[in-house]
């Protein structure tokens, strides 16, 4: 519209300056809102702002989403007081609710992330050391969650109960150098019908790297070591939504490498 009445000002002679004025205004008021309406539609969640002690800086947990219904682009923005656009200093693809920045001083930033999800060694995406005069420091937490939860807690006691399998069994020179079946320890904790999510969570809270194999199978593996290596391999099969599918089977096994 603003273009247009620009552009037909020139035929209109008397009123040329006064078309061009507010074609001009009309362009210059449409961009910002369109850019802005723009940004807004791929924001997802944006959670509260945490304030430095001295108020002077803020850091606030940003989820954009990119249009994968399975990923996430999460970031944390820092900024002064009196800086208008943030900063990104933290950038991962986890879940935006397990990123949490705690001031532990005026000038320094603790970003704690859940590590275990994606198991690509550039996790996270980028974490800035320096903001301004701010130190910025990003501290990676053992398993998914941040916070113990219910799922978190049945996580580390099906880790437990995999370790036990494995230390029993290294006890009494059992390994054939076959692999070891643990899909009736997995079964105990994610059974056929449970939610995709609760079962990913429930793997990720054990220690399991979790990748995306195919658009319903994901595959978890963590090692231990001793005399012998062992790699402790899941499977997960479901079907469904992200956020509503469930869990069709699920698989273990143990591979024992010795030297």
Known sequence: MGWRLFRSAKTWPSYQKLGRICGAFILI?????????????????????????????????????????DSFHTSVEVRSRWQIYPDEVFSSTGDPREVEPKWATNSELVIRYASGFPSDPDYP?????QFKTVKITCEPVAGYALHPTSTSLRGLQLRTEIDQRYRELSEAHAFSGNAIQITDVLQTYISEGTSYLEALRTLMAAGFLVNRQSPNQDVGQYSLRSTCRADVNAVLYWHGPVDSGAVQKVNGWIVVTCP
């Open 29 to 69: 008021v449409a961009l910002p809102l369109l850019a802005m309406y723009g940004c807004a539609a791929r924001l997802a969640y944006r959670f509260a702002p945490t304030s430095s002690p001295d108020g002077k800086h803020t850091a606030r947990v940003t989820e954009l989403n990119a249009g994968a219904m």
């Open 125 to 129: 995406t980028s974490c800035e050391r």
